[in-house]
């Protein structure tokens, strides 16, 4: 059988876009492997003690990673080893240790030699929007393809790459929908989505939803109770996660489009 490899920015970026294909690949006898950019260092924290937990919250949402990763079947998980870089024009994303600042060429060989290691049939990224913007959603966009071009030029080649997608007419139809307060919680998340025609994957996830919705609760410290998102009745987070979107970027697509399978037309 093949093998995913799916490289992602932080602790539960790989529960919220990809948590469905990851567990489908596994059921039908495919290698996941995860390579995370960070430890998810920064941003708010939840259900803990904010003074205690904020100096090893890396150490914290490691854990919740390999927590997470057992519900969806990662056989393999690995970290690039920066730091979390916060949000645009913060401390943190100055900061020399954070993924946006470190060299294009540096990260994308430490991305190649797992790359060289697994040889993976399907990768799977962002586009180069990072999906909201977020500096190291951008950079794993531009790290993946770096190292993909690195492996190209040695004669290697996945058969196929894709970026996760959000089609923009249901980003448009999601937000009509959205409560009054779960837009003003999510203002600095300026998600346009994907011009629909470049959407060329659509993969049924609904029989892993509840799994899905499992893995992204062992989370703990990025779970706000109270959000929108944690209180989202099981039939609509169905709707809204049951599907999972991608734009494939390199390689030829394994049947007519839409495809229905990251693996379509791979034996």
Known sequence: ???????????????????????KAKAHGHRVVLATATRGEVGEIHNMDEE????????????????????????RIEFLGYRDSGMVDTADNKDPRSFHQARLDEAAAKLAVLMRDERPDVVVTYAEDGVYGHPDHVKAHHVT?????????????????????????????????MPEEAQRQNTNMRIAGTPDELVTTRVDVHDYV????????????????????????????????GTEYFQLARGKPGSSLPEDDLFAGIS
Do not use: C
């Open 1 to 23: 059988m093949g093998t995913l490899l799916l490289v992602h920015a932080h602790p539960d970026d790989e529960s919220i876009s990809t948590g469905g294909v990851m567990m």
């Open 145 to 177: 393809n770096a190292a993909l071009d690195l492996l190209q030029r040695e004669g290697w080649s996945p058969k196929k790459v894709y970026y996760t997608a959000i089609p923009r007419s249901m980003m448009e139809a999601f937000m009509a929908q």
């Open 52 to 75: 205690s937990s904020r100096p090893r919250l890396g150490e914290i949402r490691t854990e919740e990673l390999k927590a997470a990763g057992e519900t969806l079947g990662v056989d």
């Open 210 to 241: 509840d799994q899905k919705r499992k893995a992204f609760g062992a989370h703990v410290s990025q779970n706000d109770p109270n959000s929108w998102f944690a209180t989202m009745a099981s039939q609509i987070y169905e709707l809204a996660f």
